[in-house]
């Protein structure tokens, strides 16, 4: 109970020593808000935008959560297609790690050309690229490593590749996938939010914030920022939990 | 994995030995610069309802052995037959039951569903399984934790379990590699009273391997003591102390068959006293 306690009343006192700090400083110093605005403006920005706010955030987080499961699924199903088939998995790995390697995201000017500027489309597109590779390599990851042990147990029951897929190899698996999720989750948001400033349709966190900074309202922008931080912590929460219901008293890795 | 003949054995003998191995070579890395001869022209019959525990030095081959009449690694040269048919035909067959050193748990199932694994790919219904794991749970004297996750039991409960998994099936032949070796010595002479119980009852021909000796002796209608590199059998003691009891660990027979196999041991395998762990 008492850990319990400290564990979340830790950094809620860090987080508002920090806010407190952050004003004092700024206030201390006369910093300039479009350098750095004061806790305090933000909120009041926060308060006079909270609908518009609101409504950016569905936005930002439709997309965001579109791309996360077009990009999740096909992340789960490539790895399982590449696990199976040795071949396939020679040839994904390394163009896998390679296109990995490149910043995705500017890829969306690109996208952004080939539809029509009022639709989400290139957005989520974005999204789902980037959700594939954590997923994709995570579950593959956790495909192959199978215990010898379990091997040569199947091997005893007769059972071929499909019946060890099935009752070693995806089982097995599933802490890895919850890992690639837990990454892919945040990396999502982050992915949806920055699409939105190469243009295009004019709704969402990321339109607001370059909006409201092009039109030197700082204060606003920042409460649009710390509103893209939430539906992170949204995001990468959801993944929680959903790890939690699908592996009940089961070890994580992290 | 083609290794295991054809000819031996496949004409419709009468009584067909339980396992029966001739002329067996294993080669690890055939061929190439660091071949190593795991076994040599090994020899070995094991009728129906025997009990026969191979024993010897670290390296001498036996968990080769097992896992050759297991099919889980063919033969170089020879023949393997598993109740007259080819080890590989008996092993699609699920004739046998195995169990190894570690329980080999799988964490995502409960103890359970992990005993009724074998049964569910032999395509047992739901309730058959149930009513089966809850049969081979009070056996192995664990019923009370059918839903527990593996993690939370002990490794001699979890050793337990991985027995009862071996049993699932009701196989006529059970492998066990080292099952107790990770064990300490009170829990080992429970299990191993547990085992010869459940063998009594289930009427399973048994093949074991261990490094110890009286486990051996205490377990085994036979012995077989092998020596290595390459592994071949030295020696085969033939134990006969009747009904095993509490008593039996401290009969003079009993002594003797330990000093006969430890002397065997001895007198075949370089290194005296073959205790380490594999």
Known sequence: MRDRLVRVAAPVVVGVAVLAGWEAFVDARRIKPYLLPKPSAIWHQIRLNGADIVEAARVTGANALVGLVAGGLLGVLAALVASRFRLVNELLIPLAAAVNAMPIIALAPIFNNMFSTTSTVPRRLIVTVVVFFPLFINTLRGLLQVAPIHRDLMASYGAGGWALARKVRVPGALPFVFTGLRLAASLAVIAAVVAEYFGGVQKGLGTRITSAASNTAYPRAWAYVAAACALGLIFYLGATLLERLAMPGRRRVV | ?278
């Open chain 2, 1 to 278: 994995m083609t290794g295991a003949g054809t000819s031996a054995a496949t004409g419709t003998a009468v009584t067909a030995a339980a396992v029966e191995l001739s002329g067996v070579d294993k080669v690890f890395a055939a061929g190439r610069p660091g071949a190593t001869r795991a076994l040599s022209e090994v020899d070995l019959t094991v009728a129906p309802a025997e009990f026969v525990t191979l024993i010897g030095p670290s390296g001498c081959g036996k968990s080769t052995l097992l896992r050759l009449i297991a099919d889980l690694t063919g033969p170089t040269a020879g023949t393997v037959t598993v109740f007259g048919k080819p080890a590989r035909q008996a092993r699609l067959d699920q004739d046998y039951g195995i169990a190894f050193q570690q329980a080999g748990l799988m964490d995502w199932r409960s103890v359970a569903r992990n005993v009724e694994l074998p049964l569910e790919l032999r395509g047992w219904s739901r309730g058959r399984r149930r009513a089966r794991s809850r049969e081979l749970l009070d056996l192995v004297g664990l019923p009370e934790f059918a839903g527990h996750r593996p993690g939370e039991l002990s490794g001699g409960m979890q050793q337990r379990v991985a027995i009862a998994r071996a049993l699932a099936a009701g196989p006529r032949l059970l492998l066990m590699d080292e099952p107790f070796g990770a064990l300490d010595e009170m829990t080992r002479e429970r299990l191993q009273a547990e085992l010869i119980r459940i063998r009594r009852e289930t009427g399973a021909t048994v093949v074991f391997v261990t490094h110890s000796i009286p486990e051996a002796v205490y377990l085994s209608d036979r012995v077989v003591v092998m020596s290595a590199r390459p592994g071949r059998i030295a020696h085969i003691a033939a134990v006969d102390l009747g009904e095993r009891t509490e008593d039996t660990r401290e009969a003079p027979e009993f002594f003797a068959k330990v000093t006969e196999v430890r002397e065997a041991l001895r007198g075949r395998a370089p290194i005296p006293a073959p205790r380490s762990p594999r």
